[in-house]
């Protein structure tokens, strides 16, 4: 939205270009006029799905939680720290790190192999902020190459956009929230990191550990995203990988055990080469 560039939001902060967006908001960049030097910062402007102004207190509270949820994550030094939220002519805008770096999807072109030694290092890292992530009772669900940042300063891979999170409660609140903030949350993922159950609403903190595991493969194959959607499924629904590639047998049987819809309870790791 241009028109949106350039706005002062929260009565400090600077639109400065649009990140991305789609289903209930929009993310921007944006400077912090009331910090020295006006550092940068992410803007997520978030829209209730509903013009009923009955159910606006229900938005608000929901979006409330959701506030405190990312509070909480935000402990964690590989995902971005929540700096504000607020509301705003019955919209509603969470503030927080800007991170400085590159999406690892640049890292995965098409026909590019990584060695196993560096998918197993790239496992380990995202699963120590999984594991956080899912001790606080959130699953994520939409772990992709897009949402990892390769932050700059110390080589690390950020969790990034968690808009998609999801505590785990009760499914009447779920299905609440999702006609409320977001008409989309019960089918949100992207095609190829997501798995069946998730399609069918019901995901699980398994869902989350699924989606690295392709991730995994799609770095140890050199798989593009579209192609990932289109690997085949055995008979016990494990997706079929490893003739496109030779790794050790222990990293198939965790890779297989972590891709195969809700049964992916083993999140151990193969030691370094």
Same mark, same amino acid.
């Given at each position: 939205?241009?028109?949106?560039?350039?706005?002062?939001?929260?009565?400090?902060?600077?639109?400065?270009?649009?990140?991305?967006?789609?289903?209930?908001?929009?993310?921007?960049?944006?400077?912090?006029?009331?910090?020295?030097?006006?550092?940068?910062?992410?803007?997520?402007?978030?829209?209730?799905?509903?013009?009923?102004?009955?159910?606006?207190?229900?938005?608000?509270?929901?979006?409330?939680?959701?506030?405190?949820?990312?509070?909480?994550?935000?402990?964690?030094?590989?995902?971005?720290?929540?700096?504000?939220?607020?509301?705003?002519?019955?919209?509603?805008?969470?503030?927080?790190?800007?991170?400085?770096?590159?999406?690892?999807? =640049?890292?995965? %072109?098409?026909?590019?192999?990584?060695? /196993?030694?560096? &998918? $197993?290092?790239?496992?380990?890292? +995202?699963? *120590?902020?999984?594991?956080?992530?899912?001790?606080?009772?959130?699953?994520?669900?939409?772990?992709?190459?897009?949402?990892?940042?390769?932050?700059?300063?110390?080589?690390?891979?950020?969790?990034?956009?968690?808009?998609?999170?999801?505590?785990?409660?009760?499914?009447?609140?779920?299905?609440?929230?999702?006609?409320?903030?977001?008409?989309?949350?019960?089918?949100?993922?992207?095609?190829?990191?997501?798995?069946?159950?998730?399609?069918?609403?019901?995901?699980?903190?398994?869902?989350?550990?699924?989606?690295?595991?392709?991730?995994?493969?799609?770095?140890?194959?050199?798989?593009?995203?579209?192609?990932?959607?289109?690997?085949?499924?055995?008979?016990?629904?494990?997706? =079929?990988?490893? %003739?496109?590639?030779?790794?050790?047998? /222990?990293?198939? &049987? $965790?890779?297989?055990?972590?891709? +195969?819809? *809700?049964?992916?309870?083993?999140?151990?790791?193969?030691?370094?080469?």
């Amino acid at each position: 939205m241009q028109a949106f560039d350039g706005k002062l939001v929260g009565g400090r902060y600077k639109v400065i270009n649009r990140l991305g967006g789609g289903g209930g908001g929009e993310t921007y960049t944006a400077a912090d006029m009331h910090r020295p030097g006006h550092p940068k910062c992410v803007v997520k402007r978030l829209k209730p799905a509903t013009n009923d102004p009955s159910l606006l207190p229900i938005a608000r509270n929901l979006f409330n939680r959701e506030a405190e949820t990312l509070e909480h994550l935000g402990h964690h030094n590989q995902i971005p720290r929540l700096l504000a939220y607020f509301e705003e002519d019955a919209e509603f805008y969470l503030v927080q790190d800007f991170i400085e770096g590159h999406p690892l999807n =640049v890292e995965l %072109p098409a026909g590019h192999c990584w060695s /196993e030694t560096k &998918v $197993i290092q790239l496992l380990q890292d +995202v699963l *120590t902020t999984l594991e956080f992530v899912h001790s606080q009772g959130v699953i994520h669900r939409d772990v992709k190459p897009a949402n990892l940042i390769r932050r700059n300063q110390d080589n690390k891979l950020v969790l990034i956009d968690f808009g998609a999170v999801k505590q785990v409660r009760g499914d009447t609140q779920a299905i609440t929230h999702s006609r409320i903030i977001n008409p989309t949350t019960i089918s949100i993922g992207t095609e190829g990191y997501m798995p069946p159950e998730q399609w069918m609403g019901k995901p699980y903190l398994s869902s989350d550990i699924y989606a690295l595991g392709m991730i995994g493969i799609q770095a140890l194959t050199g798989t593009d995203q579209i192609h990932l959607a289109q690997l085949p499924r055995d008979s016990r629904l494990e997706v =079929v990988w490893q %003739p496109k590639t030779q790794v050790s047998d /222990e990293l198939v &049987v $965790i890779l297989s055990k972590w891709c +195969v819809t *809700t049964s992916c309870s083993a999140i151990s790791l193969p030691r370094r080469h």
